[in-house]
């Protein structure tokens, strides 16, 4: 029996195994397992870390070095994981049976072998995904032990626990289920077993802890001090248990990319698969055997230790409840009276959720990156094949992939030429040379590479048709072709703390309610700037008053260790501009910012520093505009087509209606002026409309432009006010007439505030 469900498992996880994900962080464990194999060298670490800031111990590397010496390919350890996790099904299979016989046994194995979060973390070539073995394995010796009595099984599940400890910490707190029984069993133990268990431990984890020793407990420290980080309650833990239990983690993969379901809100099936755990926790409560207290205790422990956390909790942080999950759920079919209806149910629940996997790695093939899944591996392998097959001498290639998975071609282009990264939805970096780039399709360098270059050379396409990746060829020069286009507004001498100058600017047209591109040209002008080796830029759309107006993500586009001096790069900005954002003109506020720490970095004109951002524009925005009038009837109408249609003065400020009846080719800034009884100006504001943001050369015929100037001179009904234009530069006045056939243009309209603070006109003077 467990052989076959082992058979099955594997068979279901190596089944279109090239779909597996493959991105930086695998990348980096293979290639320390490549590192370690070809140099004899033990590692002391596997060169990553946790995210609570503590390096990993080596022995996914020892574990990865198994695969890497027979092949480098990535297929041959996403197999190796696959092999691992199916016998952690068969082991779900021996645990269930010892507590309900051969029938739970069998069910509670093919439930592991079809488990959604099994098959996707059971072959993907990750720490995390060898835990389930070590868990299952730990989980089967110990319920072993409290039947046999005999020590051996125990100090085996110390060995597991271990293991599975060093691949993920969240597995430590399994411990605490295997000293409680040490505690309760304590007449049936020897030392012998556990000193032979103990010295393999420490064995496995003499490197790292020879690490610690030259790094004085560095990361001993690192754990504790994340232990006494402020922690908050909340019910996440369990939503991702249900996640674990369930088919839902098909749905949440198969999102667009950087989406994610609100919590607890999960298929039905899901929530079914999830109480079918809960019958058979609540079977092992009530029945309080000692070995089903151990299961119960497998799959409550560690959800319990994380409802109290620091971070979010991600799925993969409790894979070693899996195993527990699949045999609770097993004792629970077995709950059932009939053979027949265990049989026949286990065989329901097995094809539906066979159908779910089969139309899951179909989607994947499809779909492609645009899910949250990611780029598959399949695809991956074929455009780092057509990269050998093009490469030539003296050439750099360029990868323009997703942030996280841009280093995965390190791994499959190793010995080929050198490789630069940037994130090519957000970052396109022109070459020094003859250059090769990888771009993924859909993405913003993919498309701009094809209006530089043509088609690429070679094309990896997805199942449905679309382009996964292209490869393309580019010359010296392109930044020069790009330059030479049209539309670009030129920054001046804006650097970034003295490390990156920013050149030119491009938007050309931004709509409210919709995704517009703001493209920003910037040079590396000093690579070994003290600016800190992790670096994020933004940029945010704002208008006069400092509101911000867009909600798109701040990105690290180019990583800032792939900087070289002279390097020439664009950034494009994806705005997502709110619905209700006023038509009008806004600046963008743009620079870089540190990530941990939040601080941005200065900006300079020439030696002065001028802020931590720099202000581009104005650029205008197609949004909601004014309800237009009934009729047009100017108060005033300014030479070149520029009419008043109406005023009003309320404490502190000036509103004025302006209407574009042609478009402007000039700028121009408006004044408002208070005038005493003689004509002395007693107060004033000059500027362009609507506080410099929406200069007259933005306007379009037809618009309505509603202008407010600050005044806080003495105004009150019957105060006269005198309104006009000015060119800029040259400050000469535009000639205003009150209407046609009404009198001789003058310089300026005189205005009076009246009992309601409407403006009435006057004259022009």
Not at 51 to 75: D, F, K
Not at 349 to 368: D, E, K, N, P
Not at 505 to 516: I, K
Request: aromatic residues 10%.
């Amino acid at each position: 029996m467990p052989l076959l469900v082992c058979a099955a498992a594997l068979i279901l996880r190596l089944w279109r195994i090239d779909l597996t994900q493959f991105e930086d962080d695998q990348a980096a464990l293979l290639s320390g397992a490549v590192h370690f194999v070809s140099t004899g060298r033990i590692p002391l670490t596997s060169g990553l870390s946790f995210t609570v800031g503590v390096r990993h111990p080596p022995l996914v590397t020892l574990l990865l070095a198994l695969p890497v010496r027979v092949t480098h390919n990535p297929i041959g350890a996403a197999a190796f994981t696959a092999l691992g996790d199916a016998l952690a099904a068969a082991l779900v299979a021996l645990t269930a049976a010892r507590l309900r016989g051969l029938l739970a046994g069998i069910s509670a194995g093919a439930l592991y072998a079809v488990l959604p979060a099994a098959l996707i973390y059971g072959r993907r070539i990750w720490n995390p995904d060898f835990v389930p073995f070590f868990s299952a394995l730990a989980l089967y010796a110990t319920v072993t032990f409290w039947q046999t009595r005999r020590p051996a099984w125990l100090a085996t599940a110390l060995v597991a626990l271990a293991c599975a400890t060093q691949l993920h910490l969240a597995a430590g707190s399994l411990l605490v289920v295997w000293l409680a029984v040490a505690i309760v069993r304590w007449r049936d133990l020897r030392w012998q077993p556990f000193a032979m268990a103990l010295g393999i431990v420490l064995l496995v984890l003499s490197p790292y802890l020879y690490l610690q020793t030259q790094s004085r407990w560095s990361d001993f420290f690192g754990a504790v001090r994340f232990l006494g980080e402020p922690k908050h309650t909340d019910l996440m833990a369990l939503d991702t248990a249900v996640t674990l239990a369930g088919s839902d983690l098909y749905r949440q993969l198969a999102l667009p990319a950087g989406q994610a379901t609100a919590a607890f809100q999960h298929d039905l099936a899901s929530w079914l698969l999830a109480g079918l755990a809960l019958v058979g926790l609540g079977w092992g409560l009530w029945w309080r055997k000692g070995d089903a207290l151990i299961v119960a205790s497998w799959a409550v422990v560690p959800l319990l230790l994380s409802l109290r956390h620091t971070l979010a909790v991600q799925p993969h942080y409790l894979l070693c409840m899996l195993p527990a999950i699949a045999v609770l759920q097993g004792l629970a079919m077995r709950a059932l009276r009939w053979v027949w209806l265990v049989g026949a149910a286990t065989l329901a629940i097995v094809g539906w959720q066979l159908a779910a996997y089969l139309h899951f790695q179909a989607f994947v093939a499809r779909a492609g990156p645009d899910s949250s899944y990611g780029m598959p591996l399949r695809y991956e392998l074929a455009a780092a094949r057509a990269a050998r097959q093009a490469d030539t001498p003296g050439s750099t290639i360029y990868i323009a992939n997703a942030d996280s998975s841009a280093g995965a071609f390190d791994y499959l282009l190793a010995g080929m030429a050198p490789t630069k990264h940037f994130d090519g939805q957000y970052t396109f970096v022109f070459p020094r040379g003859p250059a090769w780039y990888i771009s993924q399709g859909g993405q913003h360098a993919y498309a701009f590479l094809t209006s530089l270059a043509g088609a690429p050379s070679s094309t990896v396409r997805l199942v449905g048709g679309q382009p996964a990746f292209g490869l393309f060829h580019l010359a010296a020069g392109a930044e020069q072709r790009y330059q030479a286009g049209r539309g670009r507004t030129p920054l001046g001498r804006a650097s970034v703390d003295h490390a990156v100058d920013l050149m030119s600017l491009s938007a050309p047209r931004l709509a409210a309610g919709h995704r517009s591109t703001v493209t920003l040209e910037w040079r590396v002008t000093n690579s070994s700037a003290a600016t800190g080796s992790e670096l994020r830029q933004f940029g945010h759309l704002t208008d006069a008053g400092g509101r911000t107006w867009s909600t798109n993500t701040d990105f690290r586009g180019f990583p800032r260790p792939e900087w070289s001096t002279g390097d020439i790069v664009l950034s494009w900005f994806d705005l997502n501009i709110l619905p209700s954002a006023p038509r009008g003109g806004y600046w963008f506020d743009t620079g870089f910012y540190q990530p941990v720490s939040n601080q941005r970095l200065p900006v300079y004109s020439g030696n002065r520093e001028i802020g931590t951002s720099l202000r581009v524009g104005p650029v205008k925005v197609d949004g909601r505009a004014p309800p237009p009038p009934a009729a047009i009837r100017p108060l005033a109408t300014w030479s070149g087509g520029i009419a008043l249609l109406a005023g009003r003065w309320q404490p502190g400020s000036v509103s004025l209606d302006w209407y574009a009846k042609s478009a402007q080719s000039r700028s121009a800034t408006a004044f408002v002026h208070v005038l005493s009884a003689s004509g002395t100006v007693l107060a004033q504001h000059d500027g362009p409309p609507v506080m410099g943001t929406y200069p007259t050369t933005l306007w379009a015929p037809g618009e309505l432009i509603r202008d407010a100037h600050p005044i806080s001179g003495p105004v009150r009904p019957g105060t006269i006010l005198e309104v006009g234009w000015y060119t800029q530069p040259g400050t000469q006045r535009i000639p205003v007439q009150l209407g046609p056939g009404q009198g001789p243009a003058g310089s300026a309209l005189l205005l009076r505030v009246g009992p309601g603070g409407e403006l009435m006109p006057l004259k022009v003077g």
